[in-house]
């Protein structure tokens, strides 16, 4: 089985020329950078979710400390 899905995004003429500016000076296929730029987005996301979660279980942590004194 194929562990890839495929994905059509349509762009304005002038953010597929920023995309190739981008591709060609990272000597990438627009169609890679595309793909690389979207996995930095997603992998930036999951920081900030983990982040947020450890946020959290800091509060918590303080919370706990505090009614215990």
């Known amino acids: 089985m194929n562990e890839y899905a495929g994905l059509n995004i349509r762009l304005s003429r002038g953010e597929f020329e920023r995309l190739s500016a981008m591709a060609q000076r990272d000597l990438r296929h627009p169609r890679d950078q595309a793909r ?14 983990m982040k947020n979660a450890n946020r959290g ?3 918590v942590e303080a919370q706990r400390a505090a009614v215990a004194a």
Request: net charge negative.
């Open 36 to 49: 690389y730029l979207l996995r930095q987005a997603l992998s930036a996301e999951a920081d900030d979710a």
């Open 57 to 59: 279980a800091v509060d």
